[in-house]
């Protein structure tokens, strides 16, 4: 269209459109004439005969790591061309790829990623290191998508067993057959820890964390960005369910028989029940938990109006329930409600309407005051309920459109 992009080789080298960086492989004119329209040797200039509009999004792209349909455009038009260019749909941003996914459904279109032109002989002249970042990028699609081949489709499901056999093995624990041993003398309870490592529970614990963290360093190798990788919440979730592991293995190495065992025992116990966070690696292969932390991180603000309301209401009638009950002098006072940190338990279980009955009011007044706090409660709860319920809705389906295309993915894969 007119517009001129000057880059320099190194940058054409790594550029994240496929199309322009293949133009850095190129070793003759007939080898640049398959990748753009016309070449000009004088001013060094290649020339794409593509919509210019178009490619200036792609740009934006470029430049922010944003990808958006341009405005007053078909989207398959513009699919066509991020997909001339080297892009996917995943590139897109969620907002875009539920419209594209719903467009293609509508017309039943399957757009196929164009591979390079020349046969063996093109196949051989690809840019350095292209095969390579092809193959982190497989790895890292089969560790993070599930749903993007065979291969992901296995691990995820090795993954589920490991969790669900480690939780097992965690319950299991607990049970009073299990926890005979941890009534003995110091001396026999640093024995039995030290030998528990090699009965069969230990043996299965520690095969699982191998797995896991197996598991988390292969992610964090073929990972895109190292610091991003590190600073998500299912990553650190990881690392709270792994380290805690480790500790509780160097603590009992170094107390040994040593009479810090005993203060160290609850330590231990502690960092064993962290691997309680092990169940949230599920929310790597279910739609369903992946949708309720995205809804809670795209509606932390109405989670905390929420919080504010509450905590307001609390401070309310945690105030008035301990004047009326305890504070004034009418002949009967409340011991339950001889403090306002007291009254505030009451108040929580009363306007999430749980009522335990553990206090309750005896005055008139103060039965007057619960009936208004279950009422406000009901009232406070149900304000922000539309909000997040919208949230969660466009949430779940963003990430089933996503698994949708993944799963495209999977079965052109398996038909070839």
Same mark, same amino acid.
């Given at each position: ?42 001013? =060094? ?28 455009? %078909?989207? &398959? ?17 969620? %907002? ?11 017309? %039943? ?45 296995? &691990? ?26 941890? =009534? ?39 990972? *895109? ?55 949230? *690696? ?52 409340? *011991? ?32 007057? &005051? ?47």
């Amino acid at each position: 269209g007119g517009t001129r992009y000057s880059f320099s080789r190194e940058v054409l080298k790594d550029f994240p459109l496929r199309r322009v960086s293949r133009l850095h492989g190129c070793l003759s004119e007939q080898d640049v004439l398959e990748v753009c329209d016309d070449y000009d040797r004088e001013r =060094n200039e290649y020339f794409f005969d593509r919509h210019s509009e178009a490619f200036g999004f792609i740009m934006l792209y470029v430049r922010h790591g944003h990808l958006r349909f341009v405005p007053h455009m %078909c989207e &398959l038009s513009f699919y066509n061309e991020m997909i001339y260019w080297g892009l996917e749909g995943s590139h897109l941003d969620y %907002c875009c790829q539920r419209r594209l996914d719903d467009r293609m459904s509508e017309t %039943c279109t399957y757009y196929a990623a164009e591979e390079p032109k020349g046969g063996p002989e093109g196949k051989g002249r690809r840019p350095p290191g292209a095969e390579g970042r092809k193959w982190l990028e497989r790895m890292r699609r089969t560790f993070e998508e599930p749903t993007s081949s065979l291969a992901a489709q296995v &691990l995820a499901t090795v993954s589920i067993l490991f969790v669900i056999v480690s939780m097992v093995v965690l319950c299991a624990s607990t049970l009073p057959e299990w926890r005979a041993p941890e =009534n003995r003398s110091v001396e026999e309870q640093s024995r039995y820890t030290a030998e528990s490592v090699r009965e069969p529970s230990g043996i299965i614990e520690a095969i699982c964390i191998g797995w896991f963290t197996a598991e988390c360093i292969v992610r964090f190798i073929v990972s *895109k960005n190292k610091c991003e990788f590190v600073r998500r919440p299912l990553n650190i979730i990881d690392l709270l369910a792994i380290t805690p592991y480790y500790i509780s293995v160097l603590m009992t190495v170094f107390t040994g028989e040593n009479s810090q065992l005993q203060r160290a025992g609850v330590t231990l116990r502690v960092l064993r029940m962290m691997r309680i966070f092990w169940v949230i *690696k599920l929310a790597r292969h279910f739609i369903g938990l992946q949708t309720l932390g995205l809804t809670l991180k795209r509606c932390y603000r109405e989670m905390v109006m929420l919080l504010v309301f509450i905590c307001v209401a609390m401070a309310i009638f945690s105030a008035l329930s301990q004047l009326l009950e305890n504070g004034l002098d009418l002949g009967t006072k409340n *011991k339950d409600y001889a403090s306002i940190p007291a009254a505030c338990w009451w108040v929580i279980i009363s306007m999430t309407t749980v009522g335990y009955g553990d206090m309750c009011p005896i005055t008139v007044p103060g039965r007057i &005051l619960g009936g208004i706090c279950v009422v406000s409660g009901i009232v406070l709860l149900a304000l922000p309920i539309t909000f997040i319920y919208h949230s969660f809705v466009q949430c779940y389906h963003e990430l089933k459109f996503r698994s949708a295309r993944y799963s495209r993915s999977l079965s052109a894969e398996f038909l070839n």
